[in-house]
């Protein structure tokens, strides 16, 4: 199992929860503000170039570092996002450990399985009460197929922390590891925290088959039209074709009782 780049850095674009400091050139505060108008946009390439577009503004602060290379890393832009990783971290800002998570994620992003799970275990050593670290190697974890695993390093994420990106990684181990009821309550959270990961086909089509397992096919065909309506593409994939066609077998039978 492979996930699209662009899961594996959602979580730190965003930035730090924690206390934000301005440098004299840049109020994070606007910026914040500035990038919410940001993610309204509809593609990353949008978003990119309006973020790019605000350095005067809004650049050597460290979160916009972060979001930066998480755009960068986002549209495949990987060496790009490597020298902004550097550029952040050269400030010595309080966004460090967001930095660090965004650097581990480009080795993630590009497969380097080996660099990504020393830069996340570096990470927990060094941030123990951070979430990404534990994220990280949760979702590496998941890539490959090391399902128990990444359960453990994934509640431990959410000990520290609460992200979407968690719940979205523990609804695919659960399911793997045929902890039906687990995926589902996952998938409920993750949709809690962003409802946009009703697009993101691995972890909706997960939570479907988990659905069906427990024999809650109605709400299983409401969670395939909700993917369907979120991502049209997910329908020419012949996995969730042919979990709509059992589905609707299921929901038949049930009608002519």
Known sequence: MR????VTILAML????????????TNVDTCDTEWSQVQALPNWTDQLARW????PKCAKSGLYEVRLTGLLTVTGQYEEATKAVRGGLALDTPYRKELLGARAAISLSTLQLADAQKQFQALIASYPDYFD????MGALMVMERKFPEAVDYLNQAAR??????????????YAQLHQHQQAVDAFDKAYRLNPGVVGDKDAIHSAIRSLMFLGNYPAAYGAVKLLLKA?????ADPEVQQSERIIQQELSKEGAK
């Open 160 to 173: 520290h922390g609460q992200s979407w990106l968690i719940y979205r990684h523990l609804t695919i181990a």
């Open 52 to 55: 790019q577009q605000l350095a």
């Open 3 to 6: 996930f699209a780049s662009w």
């Open 231 to 235: 991502n049209p593409a997910a329908g």
């Open 14 to 25: 965003g930035g730090s929860a924690g206390a934000r400091t301005a440098t004299p050139t």
């Open 133 to 136: 670290g534990y994220c990280g």
